[in-house]
C-alpha cells in the first residue's frame, strides 16, 4: 500500500507511478482511495469523493502530437456520482481523437 502524502518531490512520485505501471502491465488488482471522514458526500478540489474507494483500471502514458508526455491513470468510480475537474477532465479541450485512441480499452474520456 502507498500513500501520496508520504510523496516529497517529483522523483518520488514517478517511482510511483512506475511501479503502478509495472504492476498494470503485470495484470494485479488495483485499487485507489481518498481519505477524509463522513459519508463521502464531501469532495477535493479535483471533485474527487473525500472517504471513497476506485478502481485503478489502466496506467498509461499518452504522448501529444508535440511529443509531450502524460503519466496518466484510468480510474472508475463505481458510484459513477462525481466527475474529476482538473486537467484532462471529460470536457477538457485538450482531449483530441488522436489522444482519445491512447486510452486502453477504448475509453472515450470525453463521454
Known amino acids: 500500500?502507498?500513500?501520496?502524502?508520504d510523496i516529497k518531490n517529483y522523483s518520488e512520485a514517478d517511482v510511483l507511478y512506475e511501479t503502478i505501471?509495472?504492476?498494470d502491465s503485470a495484470?494485479?488488482?488495483m485499487g485507489a482511495g481518498t481519505s477524509g471522514n463522513g459519508d463521502n458526500t464531501?469532495?477535493?478540489s479535483c471533485g474527487i469523493a473525500?472517504?471513497?474507494?476506485?478502481?485503478i483500471l489502466a496506467a498509461f502514458n499518452m504522448t501529444e502530437s508535440d511529443g509531450s508526455q502524460h503519466k496518466m491513470f484510468l480510474m472508475r468510480n463505481p458510484w459513477g456520482l462525481t466527475s474529476y475537474s482538473k486537467d484532462w477532465h471529460k470536457g477538457d479541450s485538450r482531449w483530441t481523437d488522436a489522444?482519445?485512441?491512447?486510452v486502453p480499452f477504448g475509453?472515450?474520456?470525453r463521454t
Open 99 to 102: 489522444l482519445v485512441a491512447q
Open 27 to 29: 495484470n494485479y488488482l
Open 107 to 109: 475509453v472515450d474520456p
Open 50 to 55: 473525500m472517504s471513497h474507494a476506485y478502481s
Open 21 to 23: 505501471l509495472a504492476a
Open 1 to 5: 500500500m502507498y500513500n501520496t502524502l
Open 42 to 44: 464531501d469532495y477535493n
